[in-house]
């Protein structure tokens, strides 16, 4: 038997496995109403990790300004709430409400707009010795038992190298039952995927994504049916509502044994949803609403709260309008150039799932705002997400959709899956293998995306479009952390849609992505 069969065979048997252990924890058991599908086996997972024998609080302020501003690469970044300032004592968003220690505000923190910065993650690691409950093993260390067994800096630096390097934490979810995919492991770096008590024997597979900011919700409208207030909810959509997300995160990533109160969910969605957060101040161009410019958390949060631009050059920013030579000066005039590269430079948008299959492929009169709509955030009005390639096998497809999405390929630091789905079940993508007499179409990744949450290959790598302000706070960037600066972020666009950027249009982009 090849060492391909046999691992097909250890596979089943691993899927197998998982089918008892998903049966072992209902959401009725659970007792809160509501809980999405695939969290059951989530809660029994964190529960069962390893908590820290001794926690410490963390540096969490006595309030929140009603205005206040934090120095990041490029300058500041300023959060605004419209109705004043927060007392923390008492807020469930600032309250442990788990075991291990954790609030929402240990991975939403102002100074990385609301997310949590790799480099935020290292000075907390710093500050604290890795004894901070950011570092929990149940999804701060790579995997839970390389995390407890820890004992000196530098194991715990190394058992949490995703949070420390990337900023990301481990998500672990089920494979969902009756999904139309196999499941394989080609790359276990960390050793999680094939534990029988954190990987695919129980059914579940860890990915690793940075944290999304919990900032500018309500000017994230998306799109039905049905309409969504708060727009699609985590990287893969998983969550149905503000309210879902704050039980489900305080249940596994807080570790906590029974669901927080409905007040104490109101009031961690009130105070997050009460927050508006941008850059402030570009250290060359100045004062970001200033000269004529309406930058800032304060523009957010007075000018109307959704807007589905012109589907074909949609005018998603206006913030630097007013910034042109010779009025402003040059490195204003820079960001104005990118806003409008941004908006208005067209491309041909071929091969993307969630997009083309709807709008059509190709599709030749595409901008960055295409995508990244939603006024003045960057997020997408229009409901699903984008399959994009990023950290996938997209140079295998024979298709000749997939042709320029391999400038971020799967990096050796992730576990790689092999998606074994029905010939023709993944939209604009064919890699064709042939195991035991059955021909499938092999997907090879490092995160599946929302394919895992419907257990559809056409939904293999699709991910939600992002907010982007407070960009310049929270590197590196896309899911996984893949791109490291604004640099890569637009070079890999650049490539992907043979976009045509010039040094100066690049830098341009990245100086106005740096503004928001």
Not at 6 to 23: D, E, H, P, T
Not at 121 to 145: E, S, Y
Not at 160 to 174: A, C, D, E, H, V
């Amino acid at each position: 038997m090849t060492l391909k069969r046999l691992s097909r065979c250890v596979s089943a048997l691993m899927l197998l496995g998982g089918a008892v252990f998903l049966a072992q924890l209902t959401r009725a058991q659970i007792g809160v109403p509501g809980l999405p599908v695939w969290f059951p086996p989530v809660w029994t997972q964190s529960r069962n990790a390893p908590a820290p024998s001794s926690t410490q609080p963390g540096q969490t302020p006595a309030s929140i300004p009603q205005y206040a501003e934090s120095s990041d690469a490029t300058g500041r970044v300023a959060t605004y709430q419209p109705n004043g300032a927060t007392t923390t004592a008492g807020n469930a968003f600032f309250t442990p409400l788990g075991t291990n220690g954790r609030t929402c505000f240990t991975c939403h923190q102002p100074q990385s707009g609301w997310a949590l910065s790799a480099s935020a993650a290292q000075a907390i690691f710093n500050q604290t010795n890795g004894t901070d409950p950011l570092f929990a093993p149940v999804d701060g260390a790579n995997c839970p038992d390389t995390g407890a067994a820890a004992q000196t800096l530098a194991q715990k630096s190394a058992a949490s190298s995703q949070l420390l390097t990337k900023g990301n934490i481990r998500i672990f979810l089920p494979v969902p039952s009756g999904a139309e995919f196999q499941v394989r492991i080609l790359a276990d770096p960390y050793g999680c995927e094939s534990s029988s008590k954190y990987g695919l024997p129980t059914g579940i597979i860890s990915m690793y994504r940075r944290v999304m900011n919990s900032t500018n919700l309500t000017r994230n409208a998306q799109a039905g049916p049905p309409l969504s207030p708060e727009g699609a909810i985590m990287w893969d959509g998983r969550e149905p509502s503000l309210q879902s997300q704050f039980t489900d995160a305080t249940l596994g990533h807080a570790q906590a044994s029974t669901a927080p109160t409905a007040a104490q969910v109101n009031q961690g969605v009130t105070f997050e949803t009460g927050l508006f957060t941008s850059q402030s101040f570009d250290n060359n161009a100045g004062s970001l609403s200033g000269s004529g410019g309406l930058g800032g958390p304060k523009t957010l949060a007075t000018v109307g709260v959704s807007n589905v631009p012109d589907p074909v050059v949609p005018l998603a920013f206006h913030q630097f309008d007013a910034w042109t030579l010779p009025t402003n000066n040059a490195a204003q005039a820079s960001i104005n150039r990118g806003q409008k590269i941004f908006t208005t430079r067209t491309f041909t948008m071929k091969g993307v799932a969630g997009f083309n299959d709807v709008a059509g492929n190709p599709f030749p009169l595409a901008t960055c705002s295409t995508c990244h709509n939603n006024l003045d955030v960057g997020s997408d009005a229009v409901s699903g997400g984008r399959h994009l390639g990023i950290g996938d096998n997209s140079a295998a497809d024979k298709s000749g959709n997939q042709m320029t999405a391999t400038a971020l390929p799967p990096s050796k630091d992730q576990p790689l899956f092999a998606f074994d789905c029905p010939v023709g079940s993944i939209p604009f993508y064919s890699n064709p293998v042939t195991i035991n007499g059955t021909t499938y179409d092999e997907y090879q990744t490092t995160d599946p995306g929302m394919g895992l949450i419907s257990g559809k290959c056409a939904d293999l790598g699709k991910f939600k479009v992002p907010r982007l302000n407070g960009l310049a706070a929270r590197a590196p960037y896309f899911h996984g952390g893949n791109a490291a600066t604004l640099n890569q972020l637009v070079d890999f666009y650049n490539t992907r849609f043979s976009i045509g950027l010039s040094a100066q249009d690049k830098q341009d982009l990245v100086n106005f992505l740096n503004s928001l």
